[in-house]
């Protein structure tokens, strides 16, 4: 069965410093994977996805993602994080056999502190 | 591009009534769209996958003839909530399933700003 995970419920951190949010997952067949973030009371926001080719996938914002296959994570990350990036993130994962029906992950509340 | 539209943005009823809600592509074609709910601090949870011209499928749980779904066009899918109960209050959420020429590269969800549904 397919499966997303994401081990931090929230993660904090100061405006400037790099920003890691993590997510492994399960799936059968070759990955697709997508982090979306959320804003309250809004819907989901496409950030990145990764379905083959470089292993370092850059997105919006200046998010960036980088898919392990051995260590099946594909973790979020920013160098330098921003106010504006508190919000609620999520990782996501379908699988080329399927119907591109999305397993997200539980969600990781981001908050990044003056 | 890939914009994706949902209306009414919050809507309040009464216990017994129906509501629909609209999901739209604004900016392409989708044959494709999902139905989420939300429940407040926790994840999406798939209810229905709505596919043009044909029966919605719904996942596990979900009742089908409680949430109705209806993708009469590539850039319209209704779902409507009949007879609503105060524990069907939530945020639904829809995603429209962009692809381009059946390159799996394109394939990507692009999410509605989701519809507040409060039941009294």
């Known amino acids: 069965a397919q499966s997303v995970a994401q081990p931090e419920d929230q993660v904090n951190v100061a405006e400037g410093n790099p920003l890691t949010v993590k997510c492994t997952y399960s799936?059968?067949?070759?990955?697709?994977l997508f982090w979306y973030v959320q804003y309250p009371n809004r819907g989901l926001q496409f950030l990145l996805k990764y379905i083959t080719g470089d292993n370092l996938v850059k997105g919006s914002y200046g998010f960036e993602a980088e898919f392990n296959k051995s260590q099946t994570s594909f973790h979020l990350k920013k160098p330098s994080a921003l106010v504006s990036d508190s919000a609620l993130y999520f990782c996501?994962?379908?699988?080329?056999?399927?119907?591109?029906?999305?397993?997200f992950g539980q969600g990781t509340t981001l908050q990044v502190k003056p | 591009g890939a914009v994706v539209s949902q209306h009414p943005s919050r809507v309040i009823c009464k216990s017994g009534t129906s509501v629909k809600i609209e999901c739209r592509s604004l900016?392409?074609?989708?044959?494709?769209m999902f139905w989420y709910r939300q429940f407040p601090k926790q994840s999406l949870m798939l209810m229905a996958t709505?596919?043009?011209?044909?029966?919605?499928?719904?996942e596990q749980g979900v009742e089908k003839d409680k949430f109705l779904i209806n993708h009469a066009s590539l850039t319209l899918s209704t779902l409507t909530v009949t007879s609503a109960h105060p524990e069907d209050s939530s945020f639904y959420i829809c995603?429209?399933?962009?692809?381009?020429?059946?390159?799996?590269?394109?394939?990507?969800?692009?999410f509605g700003p989701g519809t507040r549904l409060t039941v009294l």
């Open positions: 709505s596919n043009e011209g044909s029966k919605a499928t719904y």
């Open positions: 995603s429209a399933r962009y692809t381009s020429g059946g390159v799996s590269s394109t394939d990507t969800q692009y």
């Open positions: 799936v059968s067949g070759n990955p697709y």
């Open positions: 996501a994962v379908s699988s080329s056999s399927n119907t591109g029906k999305l397993i």
């Open positions: 900016d392409f074609q989708a044959t494709t």
